[in-house]
């Protein structure tokens, strides 16, 4: 099993999940930006679940050469890396702030899931589920550049889903709406509106092995975003949201 963005707490909420239910893998390569981080999870699962894990440094930040992963071979790809940076008020006009939102969400990304797509089609087996974002579905003024990266993001998903379907590779797409992670430490969230990472886990464990194409993390996001993409956009335009 591979894992992107390995210290999001929802990524190890899913590999707990996963080992619980007793599949085995012959190694977890945990790719992370932040190596010593992970160390301490990689360690639980060998002393818990006596799971072999490898640890491999991704930053989707800087170029990467994939062939530097031709030794790995998979079924199953998780990801998990994300990065919201500032909102619109404070990092709309900020550089730094909009590169790296959209070159970890999107730019950056989809060359890396692209490799490990490749290698699934050529073997014609496996799964490749990515956490997007309801962000995607419609731009908002609060953050439209995460928002944009996310649905550039969904949309590459969905066309890989379909590409690779032929191929016996399945694409799970997974948009929650607000999680209690790091990423929304400190923000006011609806209690009612925002989910666990185990939690999401679950969800996501249960889409995975149902084959669902794409899965709202709380059902209730899918009448919430079915209400923000029908607003009409001449009263959108005027709502601050
Ligand atoms: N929390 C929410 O309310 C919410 C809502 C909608 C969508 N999402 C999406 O859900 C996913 C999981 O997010 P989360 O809530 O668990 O937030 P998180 O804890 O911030 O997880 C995101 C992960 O992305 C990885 N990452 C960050 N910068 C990176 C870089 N330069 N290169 C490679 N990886 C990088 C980090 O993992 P490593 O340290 O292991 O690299 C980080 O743990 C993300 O895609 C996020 O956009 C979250």
Known sequence: MIVFGSNSEVAQSFVEKILTEGEKFETIYLFTSSVEAIEKFAKHLEVKYLQHSEVIALDLMHPLDNSQWDYIQSNLLFCATGYLGLGTEEGLYNEKNVQKIIQINYAGLIPVLNYFAQKMERNRQGTIIVLSSVAGE???????????????????????????????????????????????????????????????????????KSKKNQVYVLPIWRWIMLVIRNIPEFIFKKLKL
């Open 138 to 208: 419609r731009g908002r003024q609060s953050n439209f550049i995460y928002g944009s990266a996310k649905a550039g993001l969904t949309a590459y998903l969905s066309g890989l889903r379909n590409y690779l379907f032929s191929k016996k590779v399945h694409v799970l797409t997974v948009k929650p709406g607000f999680m209690a992670t790091k990423m929304t430490d400190g923000m006011p969230l609806n209690p009612a509106l925002t989910a666990s990472p185990m939690q999401a886990a679950q969800v996501i464990y249960r889409a995975y």
